[in-house]
């Protein structure tokens, strides 16, 4: 079956090829993973609660196989699996996905392009965007919403802000599932010395420790106690929870800290107007993220030479995807007036590789295309859309 063979049933073929036809205009081949998955990776890199929405299976070696729930990691492992592992080089991809959705039909289109191995990042970011809005364009939608955000400067704050290791994983993890980091912070900042716990000798077993030295210990008893899970958390989750609440134990967050991550999740508006606003927020607090915004204004440089109209996208410190493989740059393209389902979605996970084996570093940058919910709202392109500027040595700037 081609990519474009579900499109076709559905009488949407004019859509697939102008949407192809654009990701190989601008240097991207077509990736067609298999429909079959090992759902290892998903479950890792997702968390269990993904086990739920995933359709399972078992072959006759008993490993544990699912139909693939999206296409990043698919595109990913198969980059891995080739000679170009390593080296810079871009995919695009059409295809089914298979997920439970309460209320909604459980396989569906999924497209979208996946960028490796670029060190150029602020400029492969900006590509991503431009070639996110030309994909819209394919649909006849011109008129979307542009929502930005940077995990990195968040992350660049917390590490500045020297906080303790338990603290920065928690806040990193709640900022990336849209958990309301405002409820979060709060309760960091009230120290539980004097709460009652009934693990008290556990929590002063780790006063002090660092993760490796809790995962040992928890490891350990729960070995004495013949367990491997309690209430379906894993080892490593229940030494987390322990680690954190030893780290509770003894004190609280700062409340000057407390002021200056208020002060930072509060910025949004225009990016450029951004940019001020955290060079002034590190000058004030004397905090060293300035590589992180240098970043975020070489990529805005490069999104206004593709053409993207900065003034009108819309940027926030606090702006999260949900997910917890996202290292900088994210983005969601909406129809206006839809504040809910993006039409397109992606960003930079820079770390996913590593987790799925790579043996050193490898950038990535992608997104993914929500074709039906863009085929509802869109009219057939009437001429091609606009060129991006063609793949030189395995590199698109």
Not at 26 to 47: H, K, M, R, T, V
Not at 85 to 103: K, N, T
Request: glycine letters at 10%.
């Amino acid at each position: 079956m081609t990519a474009t063979a579900p499109l076709r049933a559905t009488g949407s073929a004019a859509w697939a090829d102008t949407l192809l036809l654009s990701f190989a205009k601008a240097g991207y081949a077509l990736a067609e993973p298999p429909i079959l998955q090992p759902a290892e990776p998903f479950l890792d890199l997702s968390g269990e609660d993904i086990r739920k929405s995933l359709y399972l299976t078992t072959d006759a070696t008993g490993e544990e196989l699912c139909l693939r729930p999206d296409l990043t990691i698919p595109v990913a492992r198969q980059y891995l699996a080739s000679g170009e592992a390593g080296q810079a080089a871009g995919f695009s991809y059409l295809g089914p996905v298979f997920r439970y959705r309460d209320g909604a039909r459980s396989e569906f289109l999924q497209a979208g392009i996946e960028s490796f191995g670029r060190l150029d990042r602020p400029a492969a970011d900006a590509e991503m965007l431009a070639l996110a809005l030309e994909a819209t364009r394919a649909f006849g939608v011109k008129d979307v919403e542009i929502r930005t955000g940077d995990v990195a400067l968040f992350t660049a704050l917390l590490d500045a802000l020297n906080l303790y290791p338990v603290w920065r994983r928690r806040l990193i993890k709640d900022f990336n599932r849209k958990i309301s980091l405002e409820q979060d912070i709060e309760r960091l900042t009230v120290s539980s010395a004097t709460a009652r716990n009934e693990y008290e000798g556990v929590l002063a077993a780790l006063a002090g420790s660092d993760r490796k030295a809790a995962l040992a210990l928890v490891t350990d008893m729960m070995s004495i106690a013949g367990a491997t899970n309690v209430g379906g958390r894993t080892v490593a989750e229940i030494a987390d929870r322990f680690l954190e609440q030893s780290t509770l134990k003894a004190g609280a967050l700062p409340r000057d800290a407390l002021g200056i991550i208020k002060r930072f999740l509060a910025v949004s508006g225009d990016p450029r107007d951004a940019i001020k606003q955290l060079r002034a927020l590190a000058a004030d607090a004397k905090l060293d993220i300035g590589a992180a915004i240098d970043a975020f204004e070489s990529r805005i440089g490069f999104m206004a030479t593709r053409g993207i109209d900065v003034a009108q996208t819309r940027f926030s410190t606090a702006f999260g995807r949900g997910l917890d493989y996202y290292t900088g740059f994210e983005f969601e393209l909406h129809a206006k007036g839809n504040g809910i389902e993006p039409l397109v979605a992606g960003g930079r996970y820079d770390g996913l590789l590593t987790q799925l084996g790579a043996t050193t570093p490898i950038p990535a940058v992608g997104f993914s295309v929500w074709v039906e919910a863009l085929a509802r709202i869109g009219q057939p392109a009437k001429s091609e859309p606009a060129k991006s500027e063609p793949a030189k040595s395995g590199r698109r700037s």
